[in-house]
T-cell receptor, first 112, second 109 residues
Framework: DAEITQSPRHKITETGRQVTLACHQTWNHNNMFWYRQDLGHGLRLIHYSYGVHDTNKGEVSDGYSVSRSNTEDLPLTLESAASSQTSVYFC???????????FGQGTRLTVV | DAKTTQPTSMDCAEGRAANLPCNHSTISGNEYVYWYRQIHSQGPQYIIHGLKNNETNEMASLIITEDRKSSTLILPHATLRDTAVYYCIVTGTASKLTFGTGTRLQVTL
């Protein structure tokens, strides 16, 4: 069955380090998204991509970057991790605007 | 994307229908209404979506008012496993989904 997977599921890193969270989907969806979720907040959009070599900033993109070199993967990079980036991160993919989005199981990142 | 308003929390007895309202008074003609839910700390799960007609699937029914300014998600026979945060999202030509804070549904015995 097609799926979307995130790795790692849990990570602890130190302030200032570069961290990359992986997201891989096997549906061949063009649209991929990264969200973060903090206590008391809903999901907030970080970055998204509508296809290979396309990337766009979401509402909380500062300190994050993404690249899309193929259809299946959208890695999220924290250039210099900060304690404020401690959060749960969710990746999602979607075929097009009138279809359901599928979410990964999340990555819990702790920056110490 | 149009803004949505949902109650912060609701309770429902197990076996009864859960009716979750959503107000989207600024919705435009090409925008769809989507419902997702998030159980505990899992990734959000798609439930149902519609444009203007009522929709039903194996999980739920979606009732959209004729003027499209509000909608109701109906879980016909709620179970404890339906305890979750339910998100109503209105989205148009952009593929991205913008989440609000949702409704926390607590199903009780």
């Amino acid at each position: 069955d097609a799926e979307i997977t995130q790795s790692p599921r849990h990570k602890i890193t130190e302030t200032g380090r570069q961290v990359t969270l992986a997201c891989h989907q096997t549906w061949n969806h063009n649209n991929m998204f990264w969200y973060r979720q903090d206590l008391g907040h809903g999901l907030r959009l970080i970055h998204y991509s509508y296809g290979v070599h396309d990337t766009n900033k979401g509402e909380v993109s500062d300190g994050y970057s993404v690249s899309r070199s193929n259809t299946e993967d959208l890695p999220l990079t924290l250039e210099s991790a900060a304690s404020s980036q401690t959060s749960v991160y969710f990746c999602a993919s979607r075929e097009h605007m009138n279809t359901e989005a599928f979410f990964g199981q999340g990555t819990r990142l702790t920056v110490v | 994307d149009a803004k949505t308003t949902q109650p912060t929390s609701m309770d429902c007895a197990e076996g009864r229908a859960a009716n979750l309202p959503c107000n989207h008074s600024t919705i435009s003609g090409n925008e769809y209404v989507y419902w997702y839910r998030q159980i505990h700390s899992q990734g959000p799960q798609y439930i149902i979506h519609g444009l203007k007609n009522n929709e039903t699937n194996e999980m739920a029914s979606l009732i959209i008012t004729e003027d499209r300014k509000s909608s109701t998600l109906i879980l016909p026979h709620a179970t404890l496993r339906d305890t979750a945060v339910y998100y109503c999202i209105v989205t148009g030509t952009a593929s991205k989904l913008t989440f609000g804070t949702g409704t926390r549904l607590q199903v009780t015995l």
